[in-house]
């Protein structure tokens, strides 16, 4: 490898960057982890991004390649923590519950926005995205701050199959830590972490204690709660976490999930990561294959991560059936919903009333809201989901 690599220190990792590599270097690199005792766990191609996971009793290391991207080389070396589900440990029993996709309103503290998406799986169990608004406003909504958590377990009991006792939630992700995605999880750890089973949470936040004052500067005080969510995690007896990384690849039940962009591929935006001072720019983006159907899940992906996602991807590799609107409607990332080229729009919001000229691409498509009920879209998708 020529040249000296950006190093950066990530919660507990290393990560060396290198730019003008090719995939010889990239070969290279594996080939000389498989040399000193590293095991293969898992590689993806995503549209010419070339991504493998090795493994020691020690490390992790996940090496990436990316010829868009000023053909840059990532290596990231990181203590050894639990992994993406593999293929071949993704065993279940086919129960034939009809699978869907979820909507779940976040109307319950004078909000509109937040986000919490809840997927059914052919088992019966659940993936889930994100918790909506809650504890971050126990102080100004004391009478109402439990409903977000309150309205996510009501709705997984609707959905229980009969004769099962409690909800088996086989993963749930966590975008990013702010105040609207993550709000519901500590009162739901609160109430529920022993009237439901957890098998992972999966996240990627920024560390915790090199970026905090930066963003206590820059106004971005929702990382105050990511110790506060690590505790609630705790309390779900037998759930592990997850750190995801770009390229890898969840199999969970019969949902396939490719993580494609992680705040770590960002280093042409921010040189030095300690820069990144908006929380939205560190959502994770993946989709979820399900029953035919492919979702992108954009979360709340902002200029520069949208800039990362467009240069990785083509409009080809992008191309979905359905997508989720970015940061609820916000922002214009219009180029973004061109090349996903869905044909059904789900919104995290109250109401699709940020329908407007810097997202008029979305107008004439079929969009569900999250509304203030529960937006329940059967898959694969028949045209006649919500109810």
């Known amino acids: 490898l020529n040249g000296t690599p950006l190093v950066d220190e990530l919660g507990g990792g290393k990560m060396l960057v290198y730019e003008n ?26 549209n010419g991004n070339l991504f493998s996971t090795y493994i020691s009793d020690e ?3 996940t ?37 869907s996709v979820t909507l779940v309103t976040t109307a319950f503290i004078g909000k509109s926005n937040g986000a919490c998406i809840i997927y059914q799986l052919c088992d019966g169990s659940f993936i889930i995205i994100d918790a909506g608004h809650g504890y971050t406003h126990k102080v100004s909504y004391p009478d109402t701050y439990q409903d977000q958590a309150k309205v996510i377990y009501n709705t997984l009991m609707n959905l229980l199959p009969e004769g099962q006792e409690k909800p088996v939630i086989a993963a749930w992700f966590i975008s990013h830590a702010h105040n609207d995605h993550i709000g519901g999880m500590i009162p739901f750890a609160d109430l529920y972490a022993d009237a439901v089973t957890v098998e992972r949470f999966i996240v990627n936040f920024p560390d915790h204690d090199s970026l905090q004052d930066v963003w206590r500067k820059n106004s971005d005080l929702n990382y105050i709660r990511i110790r506060e969510l690590q505790e609630a995690f705790a309390k779900f007896d037998g759930a592990v976490l997850v750190e995801a990384h770009a390229g890898q690849t969840f199999h969970i039940r019969n949902a396939e999930i490719d ?27 993946f989709d979820v294959k399900l029953e035919g ?8 992906v902002n200029y520069k991560s949208v800039e990362l996602l467009e240069t990785l991807y083509d409009a080809d590799f992008l191309k979905s059936d359905f997508v989720q609107v970015a940061h609820h409607g916000y922002d214009d990332v219009s180029s973004l919903y061109e090349k996903i080229n869905a044909d059904i729009v789900l919104w995290c919001e109250k109401t699709a009333g940020y ?21 329940y879209i059967p898959l694969p998708y028949a045209g006649d989901g919500t109810k």
Do not use: C
């Not at 159907?293 to 709340?300: A, Q, V």
């Open 293 to 300: 159907e492919r979702m992108m899940i954009l979360n709340d």
């Open 259 to 285: 993580i494609l962009s992680t705040w770590e591929l960002m280093t042409e935006s921010y040189a030095d990561m300690t820069s990144i001072t908006y929380g939205n720019e560190s959502s994770l983006v």
């Open 63 to 99: 090496v990436s390649y990316l010829p868009n991207v000023n053909n840059q080389l990532n290596i990231l070396v990181e203590p050894m923590r639990e992994l993406a589900t593999s293929e071949e440990d993704n065993i279940y029993v086919d129960k034939n519950i009809q699978s």
């Open 59 to 61: 490390n992790v290391v």
């Open 21 to 46: 590599a090719d995939s010889t270097g990239y070969y290279a690199y594996i080939n000389d982890l498989e040399s000193i005792g590293y095991e293969f766990y898992d590689d993806n191609d995503l």
């Open 355 to 375: 329908l407007t000229s810097h997202n008029a691409v979305l107008a004439d498509l079929e969009i569900y809201a999250a509304g203030t009920g529960i937006t």
